[in-house]
């Protein structure tokens, strides 16, 4: 019969503390704020119509978000998405209007399909320089990600010369018509937009609570050196939320080109900043190790909500702006005070167990 010794300490359990309460649901009473706010002061706001226009423009803010919240989970940032959204939409328009030019003589057209799995991988790819470059040469996410802002943007530019893709409808001889399905295309009602914001946001979700890629994802962003002398391959989790957030990052520019039907090189400037503004609002500390997929998606309606609303309201684009950047300033303090909060709690409560 073999004896058992605990070897642990009983757990301690935080008081009730109404304040750290409501900081903890803060996304959600703003999300209540902003509706109700702007469902009695804007008429209209409420109705079925504006609530699917609001979600269509939300999908891609949150979309891109996601992406967002592993990376700053992790401890990172990527600064290079809007530039990926615009040269993600170029590769789409270039491909779809002039096909791939060989140098063999011949061109080859590619279908929508096959046009959007090569602008994925582009995505991808740049998602997966940024992970080398912050792993295997130690650059910091801030500068490499920044650096490739600028060449991504370049690259852009380079593509048309400046110009726009326009009349992006596809050419039936060619075979790669139905393009613009994927911007203004509904599905039983909703936009498409919308089912990928739906779809991508259950598997992120999935994989942040269920499999161990996401709970390695929050162990890399908590304690990162204890993470690595636990086994886990921190380079590679760093790699893989990298690279995801150059796929979402291109989907979003898949989809921006089919709604406008066109390309164009400046697509997806400071949207960086927009989708940061969701992730924090959401509730994912900029230290890292804390975050949820469905924060991030309440905090993109909040800031979506929010831009229409003043839209609505007749409020100048200026003041808009001013608006975002002082929720984003209210949003770390929140989170800040939260964070000294849950402290106190666990402190008071160590020194009651003694």
Partial sequence: MSATIQTTRPDVKPAFSLGLQLLKLRTFIALF????????????????????????????????????????????????????????????????LHGF????????????????LITLVLGVLIGAINGWLITKLNVAPFIATLGMLYVARGAALLSSNGDTFSNLVGRKEFGNQGFPFL????ILGLPVAIWMMIGLGLVAAYVAVRTPLGRYIYAVGGNERAAGLSGIRVNHVKMVVYMFSGFCAAVVGLVITSQLVA??????????????AAVVLGGTSMSGGRGTIGGTIIGAFVIGILSEGLVM????????????????????????????????AVLRQVAKAG
């Fill in 263 to 276: 390309a164009q090189p400046a697509t997806g400037e400071t949207f960086e900043l927009t989708a940061i």
């Fill in 101 to 116: 030019d060989t140098h063999l003589g011949y061109t080859i057209y590619f279908n929508v399909v096959e046009t959007c």
């Fill in 33 to 96: 704020v902003v509706v109700v706010f702007f469902g009695l002061a804007a008429p209209n706001f409420a109705s079925a119509a504006n609530v699917i226009l609001i979600s269509k423009q939300v999908a891609i803010n949150a979309i891109l978000s996601l992406g967002m919240t592993f990376v700053i989970i992790t401890g990172g940032i990527d600064l290079s998405i809007g530039s990926i959204v615009g040269l993600s939409g170029m590769m789409a328009g270039g491909l779809i």
């Fill in 183 to 186: 911007g203004e295309g509904t």
């Fill in 313 to 344: 309201m007749g409020v100048s684009t200026f003041w808009q702006i001013v608006v975002k950047g002082l929720v984003i300033i209210l949003a770390v303090v929140v989170d800040q005070a939260q964070r000294k909060l849950q402290a106190r």
